[in-house]
């Protein structure tokens, strides 16, 4: 579960490299979601209720 988390911090913050490029695009189709980011964000809170979302350092 640490990895998964460490992965997730690391799309949220907008890191995809390595990430197949029609990943993020076929889960944001099961919804209403606009950009892969709003998906992500939305994903973070379902998981991580009360945590702030990850944001990329200076």
Known sequence: MAVFR????RLVQGDREGL????LDTATDYDDWETDDEFLVW???AL????AVPVKGP
């Open 43 to 45: 994903l973070w809170g």
């Open 48 to 51: 991580y209720p009360g945590e």
């Open 6 to 9: 460490q992965e997730l911090v």
């Open 20 to 23: 197949h490029p029609e990943a």
